[in-house]
């Protein structure tokens, strides 16, 4: 059982960063790969970056590519998902997920979800 709580959401001009933080509880944190999924009101919840469990390998949505950055401390049971240059369209709830061992960018695959945090880039 892996419980996750994001954080980190925020209100931010187009252009500005934010950086979020999920917090996984349990001793079994490196063996979870991570995921980042977003959510706008009456849409289907869309992937945006995953990464493996030693963080070798990281994968991106083409919307977030060469802005957005995922990371993991296995040691802080933590990842982090560091956004650069938002724009008003990356406006939605960020979700964290996790699942075991693989990474994948479906969002049917993950297991575990934190509550989500909100994402507000104003134009």
């Known amino acids: 059982q892996v419980q996750l709580v994001e954080s980190g959401g925020g209100l931010v001009q187009a252009g500005g960063s934010l950086r979020l933080s999920c917090a996984a509880s349990?001793?079994?944190?490196?063996?979870?790969?991570m995921a980042w999924f977003r959510q706008v009101p009456g849409e289907e919840r869309e992937f945006v970056s995953t990464i493996t469990v030693t963080g070798s390998d990281t994968y991106y949505a083409d919307s977030v590519k060469g802005r957005f950055t995922i990371s993991r401390d296995n040691a802080k049971n933590t990842v982090y998902l560091q956004m650069n240059s938002l724009k008003p369209e990356d406006t939605a709830v960020y979700y964290c997920?996790?699942?075991?061992?693989?990474?994948?960018?479906?969002?049917?695959?993950?297991?575990?979800w934190g509550q989500g945090t909100q994402v507000t880039v104003s134009s």
């Open positions: 997920a996790a699942r075991r061992f693989v990474a994948t960018v479906r969002v049917n695959d993950y297991v575990y």
């Open positions: 349990g001793r079994t944190f490196s063996s979870y790969a």
